[in-house]
């Protein structure tokens, strides 16, 4: 059994560290300090554990979250005897940290992406599931391990933010199961509602709306998109924190949407694309365009400035007839 496999592997492991994907969100950061939960708890053992981006402050409540070092503090030239990737949909999701990856004695690979190749020696991939954290919870039951309140909070928040408050599609019997479980090992889910949902500053309303206020619409109302300037980011004192988190789902909320997605300028050539959807498989967009997720929900980055990153994300759903 492949869970077995993992717990053989961190038993005999002396050194282990976590890595959370690029431009970190609620799952991979909850898995990731959830499983350093679960670990230390049940075999007694300290991991490292890595970001490659800023960690977003509505986040910065997660137990054990004052433990993760950026990538640029950790010896690029170390061996560890396991690495552990969490909600990494393809290796170069983890950039820096993808030396230390090759590295390894020993590779996992814990996600939920269907895009996912299945990339390291040991994969336990779950495309059914709403989150990693939603996996992990899954693996706790089959090895029998304990889950702590602290471990509990980290998992929770994994599969609330995955599930945008378990009302996307993703929601399954066992989501809200899991959920329950964790609720009954001690999670408070109207406060951690409160820290993931209701914190959001001034500055990151306002630029929101800005954004939304100049959205775009094509294909009769069916296709809806903004892009992100940095020099909007900074009109808006943004430093550093993901202002954009949730502007895709806002766009898809509008009636006549059928694909949204945002368009964020990383730098001069480079830009970020989130996608959603209700009913189109938006993964085989973001495929074609180097990156990857899933049916209603996926992302990439592309080689290209904002406007010609549009025109190649209309030209791939006009060509796929998706709307």
Known sequence: MVVNQLDFSIKNSKNILLVSHINPDGDTLGSMCGLHSLILDNYKKQCDMTAVSQIPNVYKFLPYIDKVKHISDIDSSRE?????????????????AQVLFNKAKETINIDHHKTNPNYAKLNIVDPQAS??????????????????????ICLY???LTDTGSFKFSNTTS?????????????????????????TNSKDMVLFQSFCINKAEFTNNDKIAYTIVYKKDLEKFNNNGEDFTDGLTEKLRAIATTEIAFVVKELNAGTSKVSMRSRTKDIAQICTALGGGGHTLAAGALIKATPQKAVKMILNEINNKNLC
């Open 131 to 152: 989150a990693t954290s939603e996996v992990l919870v899954g693996i706790a039951q089959k090895l029998d391990w304990k889950i702590s309140q602290k471990s509990a």
């Open 174 to 198: 066992r989501t809200l199961e899991y959920a329950g479980k964790l609720l009954d090992a001690g999670v408070c889910a109207s406060d951690i509602y409160q820290k993931c949902y209701e």
């Open 80 to 96: 560890y005897d396991l690495v552990i990737n969490l909600d990494v949909a393809a290796p170069d999701r983890c950039v820096e």
């Open 157 to 159: 928040v994994g599969i």
